[in-house]
């Protein structure tokens, strides 16, 4: 069974960082492509970045320009670098995996979650 580990979550005031980690329990290789998600209460999850396996980025218009995603291949850990955090970024952060699994009826995708963690910023 694989294992998302997420840490680094806190409390901080606005204007701070914050550095969250994602420990995989396997070779990071193996997903197509690792992202952290974010829930702020009563909203939907939503997408904060991405990372491919070849180190491509994707960043959602919120996070482009202070976060920044990255990965550590060695230690199977991917990271989220967040600056000049504003109270709209408080929520559970969530690390995803999305791997390619083979089943009875063929390939197809398979996303593996973290258990979240909290990051809540004060005005």
């Known amino acids: 069974q694989v294992q998302l580990v997420e840490s680094g979550g806190g409390l901080v005031q606005a204007g701070g960082s914050l550095r969250l980690s994602c420990a995989a329990s396997?070779?990071?290789?193996?997903?197509?492509?690792m992202g952290w998600y974010r829930q702020a209460p009563g909203k939907q999850r939503e997408l904060v970045a991405t990372?491919?396996?070849?180190?491509?980025?994707n960043y959602a218009n919120s996070a482009k320009g202070r976060f920044t995603i990255s990965r550590d291949n060695a230690k199977n850990t991917v990271y989220l670098q967040m600056n000049s955090l504003t109270p709209e970024d408080t929520g559970v952060y969530y690390c995803?995996?999305?791997?390619?699994?083979?089943?009875?009826?063929?390939?197809?995708?398979?996303?593996?979650w973290g258990q979240g963690t909290q990051v809540t910023v004060s005005s």
């Open positions: 995803n995996g999305r791997a390619i699994v083979v089943g009875p009826i063929g390939a197809h995708d398979y996303d593996y």
């Open positions: 396997r070779n990071i290789f193996s997903f197509v492509f």
């Open positions: 990372i491919t396996s070849s180190g491509t980025t």
